[in-house]
């Protein structure tokens, strides 16, 4: 291999005292200050995982209280506004605050040591965007408890959101929490992207990234092109709510239209960046449980990319009954039926490395599997949804709470599991229990199925979405209960998971560094893994350097117990985005506490300007603050510069 | 395309028995069909909807069979030996004829999906207008919260009629339905005889509707619009259309003048509803709220949130506010003789 950097590193292998040495480099202080400073991506990582799950641990709280409501007709458990708030956090909290960060958590664990390097490419971007996404959070559930929350619906139309319809704080806290959550996306995405082009093991060309690397980076792509429309449409409703401007006013010649089209030409595309990184994880998992690679690489990335790609163009479907020319809706549904085919590639894929394969039936293959199945049927309703006259009547009903329950927990949930069972050995040296695992996966199953199989039903049978109650006898009665019951199994399924993690935590099976015997670069290291991942920097010649000699198939040869030394402080190699050949040694910077602080700065900013009219000078005070930990933050450093030396 | 009218409406109408006995068996304690289906429709625009809803399901059935059928065998018949505990000693494999059967499942789904595409672009083009040749009747329908005004224009002032809730037209002829946005977003849809479109303020949309035989078919607004979104639906009543002119000629007259012992009540109501209802013919000439000019002849009350009897009235006038949490009618704290005397003058208003 012949290196085009600034100094020719050492190349050897890792003796123990080295070891000890990039410990003594990488590591976190420990404690309270490290806990606030901490850059390393494993940390937040795992941060992410636990906070996105406490989410989803809420918003499952709060869809079982809408579920007793709705389990007979005429109830009055909740009043029409506790409803609404409620049915609307719930959505805010799974689609905004659960679904995408768990993803980003997983990813940023796994990202670095998949691909072979130390870190990602901005560590404290990546402790930025975790405490951003906690303030930003906290700062919409405040709202919640203070009977404030988000009273609209997930995608939040005007002028029902504007001040005349919608007085008080809800909205406010709703559209500048959103720009908050916006700011964590954006900076998160960068640094997926930066990473994925820069920070890899030497040989890793673009062929050979790891399979699930596609899924992130694409809904990464997507989501720097489509959040500033989001966080935009907040930014003018809020401007509307409090400094009488009309971009929804229709008595001033605003246009409530305007709203939708912002909002789902975001919308759409996250749904795709919801789900995508997910399944590239179902991509990773499933084939190790088959004992075989994957059926297909090269059409699975190319059908990620053509279903992100496509899926900027589909947005309208959400707006067949707005009144829109045919012309525009026949492009709009043309795409939205196109966008099945890429589909139908990943889950061809899928199915057809089961039958290649030799199955292993753990826990993780049954969570990988089913997905594929509750894929299937929520991209047939997708399908139905995207046919403009059947739209017509099927949006806006059940069927379509069925639909996005389908794809979100059939290939977000479902597959999140399937990967905490993978990679959970991974991130703490314990195996989850298997038997408990069994049990888990077919509560959550049996529950899931049962709650939203029928419901496709109440929706054919013509139940709207977003009412408070209903009239008995219009056919609702049975399926609702039905449905009930089964949200609750569901929740049992899920408690059995967090017991799970909490018993396998403290008493389960030592896993060892490659408990599935994956091929991945990940499997390669100590599990836990040390702060500094790799010892040396493995060199990678083929797509599964831990079964390379086992399938014949590289040219070179793999090497992950020798390759370069890198102990100048922490450091690790760029490469060139599609060679993977190292062309510059980074030098990553160290634990730092600017990400907190520029986020306390942040949150002061976001509340000065909630209750602009009696704390405005708070907004001062945190934009002061925010500049004065930006200062910090890029303050140079003499030990971050890099130092030439001669080649030995 | 008069013949693939025909054909799609003889399928339709094959079907719906079939429809009806599938999802009656879900529906078990509704005696009739369940009045919100979409899978059961009535009218030209309905039947190549139905259709291709019920074609679309069905496709939509197969594939989810095959695709669980293929997934689970594959699991259960290539699955390595049981009791094997250690994940190294299942053998690696690769190669395998897996790409070759993608291509396949790809060029059938492609297949499929265009043949989707067409019948979805065909039905599109057919139903977007009333079919030529009949003169449709026109009416303007106003959502707002959480009621429907509907007001049925003519070339001729004194034959607009203006009414809530509750709307009839002729069995046979196209109906051009002008949707108007009030206040918030709001969805008009009557699933038995059109799809969904949504009335936004300051944007007028138009969509139509035409039924096949008299009945009685329930609409529902379906966009969510605040706190009483869930009690908003609306009653579409196709009458035969020398009944329907009855109607329509009975609802242009005002109220019949009140009778001596009713005086009082219409006073009364003059005084405390007369600012948002209109009853022509008296001095109540509010246009923020329902025209109860002909109150009675409707079968539901509050958007049809309670079935119209007297002692439904009177619980309604009394207590809008427990019954429908947050709307604009005001508690109005009458006392017990009032409240009388005014629900038995809304009474006489046939």
């Known amino acids: ?648 | 395309m008069n013949a693939i009218n025909r054909d799609t409406r003889r399928a339709s109408r094959a079907l719906a028995p079939l429809a009806f006995g599938i999802l009656s068996l879900f529906a078990l304690p509704a005696r009739a069909a369940p009045p919100l289906t979409y899978m059961i429709g009535d009218g030209p625009k309905a039947y190549p909807v139905v259709s291709l809803t019920w074609g679309l399901l069905i496709i939509s059935l197969i594939v989810i069979t095959i695709m669980t059928v293929l997934v689970c065998l594959g699991a259960v018949h290539r699955r390595s030996p049981r009791g094997d505990l250690s994940i190294e000693a299942v053998p690696l494999l690769h190669g395998g004829a897996g790409l070759r059967w993608v291509g396949f499942g790809v060029v059938i789904t492609g297949i499929v999906l265009f043949g989707s595409l067409i019948w979805t672009m065909a039905v599109l083009a057919r139903v977007s207008n009333p079919p030529a040749g009949k003169s449709p009747l026109t009416i303007e329908i106003t959502g707002q919260q959480w009621w429907w005004k509907a007001r049925y224009l003519s070339a001729d002032p004194s034959k607009v009629l203006t009414t809530a809730d509750e709307f009839h037209i002729p069995v046979g002829q196209p109906v051009r339905v002008k949707l108007i946005g009030a206040d918030v977003i709001h969805n008009f849809w009557v699933p038995a005889l059109t799809g969904k479109m949504q009335a936004i303020p300051g944007k007028i949309n138009e969509t139509w509707l035409e039924a096949s035989k008299p009945g009685r078919y329930r609409g529902q607004c379906t966009e969510y619009c605040g706190w009483q979104h869930a009690h908003m639906a609306f009653f579409v009543v196709a009458d035969p259309p020398d009944v329907f002119q009855a109607w329509l000629t009975k609802q242009l007259e005002p109220a019949a003048p009140a009778s001596a012992q009713d005086q009082h009540g219409q006073q009364l109501f003059q005084q405390h509803c007369g600012l948002c209802h209109t009853v022509r013919g008296t001095l109540a000439g509010g246009t923020v709220a329902p025209d109860l000019t002909h109150v009675m002849s409707r079968e539901t009350l509050a958007a049809g949130t309670l079935p119209n009897t007297p002692g439904n009235l009177v619980g309604w006038v009394a207590n809008p506010q427990s019954i429908k949490p947050g709307n604009n009618m005001p508690d109005l704290f009458l006392s017990g003789p009032d409240l009388t005397d005014i629900t038995t003058y809304l009474r006489t208003l046939k």
């Not at chain 1, 989001?230 to 930014?235: D, I």
């Not at chain 1, 040390?530 to 990678?540: E, G, I, T």
Request: aromatic share 14%.
């Open chain 1, 1 to 648: 291999m012949t290196f085009q950097v600034e100094r020719v590193p050492h190349a050897g292998t890792a003796t123990p005292s080295f070891r000890q040495r990039l410990e003594h480099i990488w590591e976190t202080e420990p404690g309270v200050a490290g806990f606030f400073s901490t850059v390393d991506h494993k940390k937040i990582g795992i941060r992410y995982i636990i906070t996105a799950f406490i989410f989803l641990a809420a918003g499952g709280i709060e869809a079982l209280i809408l579920r007793l409501q709705l389990a007979r007709p005429n109830q009055n458990l909740l009043a029409p506004e506790q409803y609404d708030q409620l049915f609307s956090t719930h959505g805010m909290t799974m689609i905004f605050l659960y679904a995408l960060p768990v993803l980003s958590g997983f990813s940023n664990y796994l990202w670095p040591l998949i691909l072979g390097a130390r870190d990602m490419a901005f560590p404290r971007v990546n402790a930025l965007s975790y405490w951003l996404y906690v303030a930003s959070g906290i700062f919409m559930y405040v709202g919640f408890f203070m009977g404030a929350g988000p009273n609209d619906g997930w995608f939040n139309y005007v002028p029902y959101a504007n001040r005349t319809y919608n007085p008080g704080l809800s909205m406010d806290f709703y559209s500048l929490g959103m720009v908050f959550l916006g700011i964590s996306t954006t900076v998160g995405a960068a640094n997926f992207v930066v990473t994925f082009l820069r920070l890899r093991a030497p040989g890793m060309s673009i062929n050979r990234l790891p399979v699930m690397t596609w899924g992130t980076l694409t809904a990464s792509a997507a989501n720097l092109l489509v959040v500033p429309s989001v966080s935009l449409a907040f930014f003018m409703l809020w401007l509307d709510r409090n400094f009488g401007t009309h971009f929804f006013d229709v008595s001033k010649g605003g246009q409530p239209l305007l709203w939708q089209h912002l909002f789902w030409i975001f919308g759409h595309p996250w749904v795709y960046a919801l789900v995508l990184p997910a399944m590239g994880m179902v991509s990773e998992g499933l084939p190790v449980f088959c004992r075989r690679p994957l059926v297909g690489y090269s059409a699975v990335v190319l059908a990620t990319l053509a279903t992100m790609t496509l899926g900027f163009g589909v947005w309208v479907h959400h707006m067949f009954a707005t009144g829109l020319p045919n012309l525009a809706m026949s492009f709009f549904s043309g795409i939205s039926l196109i966008i099945t085919i890429p589909s139908a590639v990943t889950v061809f894929c899928w199915t057809a490395t089961i039958w290649t394969g030799r199955p292993v039936i753990t826990t993780a293959f049954l969570f990988f599997a089913s997905t594929i199945i509750l894929f299937v049927i929520g991209g047939v309703s997708g399908f139905m949804t995207g046919s403009v006259p059947a739209d017509w009547q099927l949006n806006d009903t059940y069927f379509v709470v069925a639909h996005i329950h389908y794809v979100l927990l059939g290939i977000n949930v479902f597959p999140v599991c399937g990967a905490l069972y993978y990679w959970f050995p991974k991130m703490t040296g314990r195996l989850l229990d298997e038997r408990l695992g069994q049990w888990n996966f077919w509560t959550m199953f049996v529950g899931f199925n049962l709650a939203f199989l029928p419901m496709h039903l109440t929706g054919l049978l013509g139940m709207p979405r977003r009412i408070y109650t209903y009239p008995a006898g219009v056919g609702w009665d049975t399926l609702n209960m039905i449905t009930t019951i089964g949200a609750f199994i569901l929740a049992v399924g899920v408690l059995l998971l967090f017991i799970n993690v909490v018993t396998s935590l403290i008493g389960g099976a030592l896993a060892g560094a490659n408990p599935w015997d994956a091929p991945t670069l990940e499997w390669s290291v100590p599990s836990p893994p040390p702060p500094y991942n790799f010892a040396v920097l493995p060199k990678v010649a083929s797509r599964y350097p831990l079964w390379e000699s086992r399938l014949q198939a590289s040219r070179g040869a793999s090497s992950v117990t020798e390759g370069a030394l890198l102990d100048h402080e922490r450091e690790t190699f760029g490469v060139t985005p599609l060679d993977g050949e190292p062309d510059i040694i980074l030098k990553m910077p160290f634990d730092s506490y600017a990400p907190f602080v520029l986020t306390v700065g942040t949150t002061a900013i976001f509340v000065g300007l909630l209750l602009h009219r009696h704390l405005w000078p708070l907004a001062i005070v945190g934009a002061v603050i925010a500049a004065a930990s930006l200062l910090a933050w890029l303050w140079p450093e003499r030990r971050l510069g890099q130092t030439v030396e001669a080649a030995p």
